[in-house]
């Protein structure tokens, strides 16, 4: 008997004990921050702005929660290593989250962020986000996350985020509202965002990540952007201004900008800048003005994306040519596009949901247009435009339409547009591609302004005409709202498109965009092979 009420004392003493351990916490008053905050201190809660000051670092461990009075955040002069783990975030949030839904509230339950200041000595800090959970934050007339260092940003969530001012209020620049905002001042530092998620933001400006003034290396690697809303206009998902910037297998869905000018993706590039690549990369049933818009002065590479199932509600001249449109000052720009599936998307405008190419030169090659459709002129389907001065190539591609039921198929174009200020007229060379019978050269009589006649170079013959490529199991129709995700574009072994391509003149990849080794010569396949050829037919 006194056993077991020694036990039971025993008991009652280790649960009081690890009651105290749980309700523990830190609160932070002072202005420098250093060291490290582990979880026996957790959560630590910050009631000012503090700093981490040069030459210091603060290690924040595993399942640590932060927990931030309103108007306060950190300040990173030195280093910030945040490294929690799969099964045991890091957590950053508001302490209070009273006045959430106050928009024309500055800060109103929520904190400002992180501001990474410059190095005061040639040592690149590298400071690190891994395996967090950021939220509650407030994104002011500026960013939450800006930074001048080195940075890592991986395995990191963003979720309950606003911007400050009324829904449709006004904004100052294209970084307004950016969850994340980086400028890099040498050509070392290096930005890495890789497996992150950006989701359910609104916003009156960016809903995501701008860089400006870049000369050092950024990555967006493997993140998601879903169901943002943007109510700016020039604005983007990811907004980049010069540098040398990939971005890689994102998956970018079910976002929404409701200003015409709104972007997925818009890239500034002068002749500063190195090179821009944006590859294996979703973007699907998104609803933006302009769903990739780049003006680049530089290098330029889009290549094995699919891109499906976007609306373009804009109604101006500058979305003729639906969900990519490349711009170029001079011939100091060539891009290529290729082994892209361009599926199902739907522009209000003009012409279609395809690429626009605009003062510039490049390459168009190995990709699928399949059921773009447009409303107010929707005999044209997948179009691709060249305006002004320029030099394309269009080759090896797949074009295909196919109207539902009781409709008329879609007219397969491709327009060449060029004013009389901008001599000589754009070249156009169109070889190996596959067009459905009621394919159409364009040369843009529509428009008066538009009234010199394009080049049109090239083995026009070499081209394929046919009711049916032959894929696999593609979309049924041009209706923007079939799947395209979930379609299978490869070739058939019966496809009249096998062994019809030629890489002669163009700068094909090794792989095609179902990852099989390229085949290159003068007998390829028009568009990527199905999977069980015994040899690798591919563009």
């Known amino acids: 008997m006194q056993i077991s009420t020694s036990m039971k004392k025993i008991r009652i003493l280790l649960l009081i004990l690890c009651s105290g351990t749980l309700t523990s916490q830190t609160t932070i008053t002072s202005n420098t921050v250093s060291g490290i905050w582990n979880l026996a201190g957790s959560p630590y809660i910050v009631m000012n702005d503090i700093a981490i000051p040069t030459g210091t670092a603060l290690t924040i461990d595993p399942g640590v929660v932060i927990k931030f009075k309103e108007f306060t955040g950190i300040d990173v002069l030195g280093q910030l290593i945040a490294k929690g783990t799969s099964s045991n975030p890091i957590i950053f949030q508001a302490k209070d989250t009273l006045n959430w839904s106050d ?315 060029s004013e009389v200020i901008y001599s000589p007229p754009p070249t156009v060379k169109i070889e190996n591609n596959f067009f459905p019978n009621n394919f159409s050269l364009n040369v843009g009589s529509q428009i008066d302004q538009w009234s010199l006649p394009p080049n049109f170079t090239g083995n026009l013959s070499t081209n394929k005409y046919g009711l049916n490529p032959g894929m696999l199991l593609p979309t049924a129709n041009n209706n923007y709202t079939v799947d395209a995700t979930v379609a299978n574009f490869q070739l058939a072994p019966s496809s009249m498109c096998i062994d019809q391509g030629n890489t002669v003149s163009c700068l094909p990849l090794a792989i095609d965009y179902a990852g099989n080794a390229r085949v290159t010569g003068s007998n390829i396949a028009v568009s990527y092979t199905h999977l069980t050829l015994p040899t690798n037919r591919e563009v």
């Open 103 to 417: 928009t024309n509230s500055v800060y109103g339950g929520s904190w400002r962020g992180f501001r990474f200041y410059p190095y005061s000595t040639s040592l690149h800090n590298n400071s690190v986000f891994d395996f967090c959970n950021i939220k509650d934050g407030t994104t002011k007339l500026s960013y939450f996350i800006y930074s001048e260092q080195n940075l890592k940003i991986l395995n990191t969530n963003f979720t309950h985020f606003r911007t400050h001012y009324a829904i449709g209020g006004s904004f100052q620049n294209s970084n307004d509202g950016s969850i994340m905002s980086f400028i890099t001042n040498d050509t070392q530092d290096t930005i890495q965002i890789q497996n992150c998620n950006i989701s359910n933001y609104k916003s009156s400006a960016n809903a995501g990540i701008s860089v400006n003034n870049n000369k050092g290396v950024v990555q967006v690697q493997n993140c998601i952007f879903n169901n943002n809303t943007i109510y700016g206009d020039l604005i983007a998902c990811v907004s980049i201004i010069n540098g040398e910037f990939t971005i890689y297998n994102n998956t970018i869905t079910n976002n929404v900008g409701k200003a015409n000018g709104s972007r997925i993706i818009i890239a500034f590039c002068d002749t500063s800048s190195k090179q821009l690549i944006i590859t294996k990369n979703k973007i699907s049933k998104n609803v933006f003005g302009d769903p990739i818009f780049i003006l680049t002065a530089r290098k330029t590479e889009v290549d094995n994306n699919l891109i499906c199932n976007n609306y373009l509600p804009a109604t101006s001249c500058s979305h003729l040519g639906g969900v990519l449109t490349i711009r170029g000052p001079n011939d100091r720009n060539y891009f290529h596009v290729r082994n892209n599936i361009i599926a199902n998307n739907y522009n209000r405008y003009l012409a279609g949901a395809g690429i626009s190419t605009e003062y510039t030169y490049g390459e168009i090659s190995n990709n699928h247009f399949i059921n773009n459709s447009s409303l107010l002129a929707p005999t044209n389907a997948n179009v691709v435009i060249v305006r002004f001065a320029g030099n394309i190539l269009i080759k090896n591609n797949l074009f295909y339409s196919k109207a539902a039921a009781g409709n008329v198929d879609s007219t397969n174009y491709i327009f060449a547009l």
